[in-house]
């Protein structure tokens, strides 16, 4: 009897086997996120006030103020910003970059901490108020909170977005618009972007967030991992988590294996872990990489067919890295004559200075004063210009307020 038993046990326990595999090959697939991320959310804390770095006392201020004057001149009733208007036909035609007007409002609240003036954060707040709704946020198909543009979520758009938070912070002391806590809404941005990380240690840099929400995996933008790295660090300095700090030192560890490119973001995040934590070694070695490329194409970068928009991202580079090495007690000052190199080229590209010898007229200086024409053959007038040279000359009049 115990003989019968046993092979009767046997095929019920595979026939078992069988339907439980039947009805599991059967069920349909579960989709995974596609980016989970491995350290637990931290929990938004108040702001400190913000510490500033002292700028220096320069006629380089002036520059600074036209240009934001000029933004503020282009400025629409409901707070839009000109994204580009080409100074000889006055043509806009363009399909603007909510990337790139978004940074065009951090720019604005730089020139308000600058120049000490209201009228400027007055009209970053008039235009952040017109962006802000291109927040998206979805729970149920990505993390935290992206800026929708273009019919996807660029990595870049989720960072820029926090560098005018932190802009304004560090020119109002405030966090709060009107009713609306910018302060979590950076935290939410953060959190897209560290649910981007790649397993390789950088980032993903474009999702779809349509459907169930996926990541571009061929999509690569050569700036979006340097300002993911600086947008934590600003997080960092804004909440005091450790969190957001960690999180940037991981990237900026991939970073350092990957080559040298003439990266603004990457330097800007450099100069942060110069003041908020420190500056390692191969982070030193990896900076003087950046600053003798940029360096190394200084005479193509200064002929008058060149671009002044590429040119003031090179401003912003060198004079960030000049902060790192000074705030790390490194050799700095043969950066001087560089940036002060690239400095004078782009001065003779903001209108009505013009190293193209164009004939202008006093409507046109009246519309366009202040703002940065491209190149002779291309005499337009573009937001992100005028947002780099702002960041670019502010960084340096910190670092010379280090001296």
């Avoid at 240009?67 to 001149?73: E, F, K, S, T």
């Avoid at 002044?308 to 000052?333: C, G, M, P, V």
């Amino acid at each position: 009897m115990r003989n019968r038993i046993i092979p009767i046990f046997i095929g019920m326990l595979v026939l078992a086997g069988i339907t439980y595999f039947w009805i599991n090959s059967n069920k349909p697939e579960t989709q995974t996120p596609a980016v989970e991320i491995a350290s637990p959310i931290p929990v938004v804390v108040s702001v400190h006030a913000p510490e500033v770095l002292p700028l220096a006392n320069s006629p380089l201020k002036a520059s600074i103020t036209s240009a934001g004057d000029y933004l503020v001149r282009q400025q629409l009733a409901n707070g839009e910003l000109a994204y580009q208007v080409n100074i000889l036909t006055s043509d806009r035609a363009s399909t603007p970059s909510y990337i790139r007007l978004m940074g065009g409002v951090g720019a604005l609240y730089t020139v308000c901490r600058v120049a000490e003036d209201a009228v400027y954060c007055d009209a970053g707040d008039r235009a952040l108020e017109q962006y802000l709704p291109n927040l998206l946020t979805h729970p149920e198909h990505f993390k935290g909170t992206c800026l929708y543009t273009n019919g996807a979520c660029p990595l870049g758009g989720g960072a820029v977005t926090v560098d005018t938070i932190y802009k304004r912070w560090q020119a109002t002391g405030s966090v709060m618009l009107d009713d609306r806590d910018l302060l979590a809404a950076a935290a939410d941005l953060g959190y897209f972007i560290v649910s981007m990380r790649r397993p390789d240690g950088g980032f993903y840099h474009s999702f779809d967030p349509h459907f169930a929400g996926t990541v571009d995996s061929n999509y690569f933008d050569p700036t979006f991992n340097g300002e993911g790295v600086a947008a934590l660090l600003q997080l960092y300095e804004m909440t005091g988590n450790e969190f957001w700090l960690e999180q940037a030192r991981e990237v900026d560890n991939f970073m350092l294996t990957q080559p040298v490119t003439e990266d603004y973001g990457h330097s800007y995040a450099l100069a942060l872990f110069a003041r908020l934590d420190e500056l390692s070694r191969k982070d030193q070695d990896y900076g003087k990489q950046i600053a003798d490329l940029i360096i190394a194409g200084q005479i193509r970068s200064l002929n008058p067919a060149n671009s002044s928009i590429s040119t003031t991202t090179k401003i912003e580079a060198l004079s960030a890295l000049a902060q790192a090495f000074a705030l790390s007690n490194a050799d700095h000052e043969w950066l001087d004559h560089e940036i002060n190199a690239f400095i004078t080229f782009v001065r003779a590209r903001q209108f009505p200075a013009n190293d193209c010898n164009f004939e202008i007229t006093k409507d046109m200086i009246e519309s366009y004063k202040g703002g940065l024409f491209n190149t002779c053959e291309d005499p337009a007038i573009r937001v992100d210009g005028v947002q780099h040279w702002v960041n670019g000359l502010t960084m340096y009049l910190e670092y010379q307020g280090m001296k």
